[in-house]
T-cell receptor, first 112, second 114 residues
Framework: GAVVSQHPSWVICKSGTSVKIECRSLDFQATTMFWYRQFPKQSLMLMAT?????????EQGVEKDKFLINHASLTLSTLTVTSAHPEDSSFYIC????????FGQGTRLTVV | DQQVKQNSPSLSVQEGRISILNCDYT??????FLWYKKYPAEGPTFLIS?????DKNEDGRFTVFLNKSAKHLSLHIVPSQPGDSAVYFCAASVGSNSGYALNFGKGTSLLVTP
């Protein structure tokens, strides 16, 4: 089946620094990719929809200046958490759909 | 507002028996439904899906039932195996088009005991 690869799988960073997470669709072209965030024992919450060649669409309550999304090609979307704070610590997952949605491995971000 | 609800946070089943995971939704526009299995610190893995034109879809030990009038779907796992122990997420979308995001429930943690 289709594979979505996400990197890194975990990262620890200091408060105030920025972290970039990459999401690649390995065997299909993804015009649209999705970024989710999961808090412990909670659902996957959609943060934004990443559209190749255009601006991302952010869900209500998600700061677009804090969570920068770039979808420069049909196989790569990146999420940059800018000026990270401890409350940004979470599990971030990207996804791309052909029909079913395929998910990356997720990135565990810890901001200290 | 949670449009997809999984009201049972956990379920424990004996090996060999049937596991039934339930899911309800509120948005009548949803017409494509999926179940995912997830382990901690990993991305969800697709299990099975169903379109609203069907009321049942079966794949090996996994069967999904859809009751549109009740806005309810369920995942049956028969027979349950210890390796099935994981968190199961129900998801729904408007259409199966690649441009539509999935709406997830909060998940049900399934434990299959030997």
């Amino acid at each position: 089946g289709a594979v979505v690869s996400q990197h890194p799988s975990w990262v620890i960073c200091k408060s105030g620094t920025s972290v970039k997470i990459e999401c690649r669709s390995l065997d299909f072209q993804a015009t649209t990719m999705f970024w989710y965030r999961q808090f412990p024992k909670q659902s996957l919450m959609l943060m934004a929809t990443s559209n190749e060649g255009s601006k991302a669409t952010y869900e209500q309550g998600v700061e677009k200046d804090k969570f920068l999304i770039n979808h420069a090609s049909l196989t790569l979307s990146t999420l940059t958490v800018t000026s990270a704070h401890p409350e940004d610590s979470s599990f971030y997952i990207c996804s791309a759909r052909s029909i079913e949605a395929f998910f990356g491995q997720g990135t565990r971000l810890t901001v200290v | 507002d949670q449009q997809v609800k999984q009201n049972s946070p956990s379920l424990s089943v004996q090996e060999g028996r049937i596991s039934i995971l339930n899911c309800d939704y509120t948005n009548s526009m949803f017409d494509y439904f999926l179940w995912y299995k997830k382990y901690p610190a990993e991305g969800p893995t697709f299990l099975i899906s169903i379109s609203s034109i069907k009321d049942k879809n079966e794949d090996g030990r996994f069967t999904v039932f859809l009751n549109k009038s009740a806005k309810h779907l369920s995942l049956h796992i028969v027979p349950s195996q210890p390796g099935d122990s994981a968190v199961y997420f129900c998801a729904a979308s408007v259409g199966s088009n690649s441009g539509y995001a999935l709406n997830f429930g909060k998940g049900t943690s399934l434990l299959v005991t030997p």
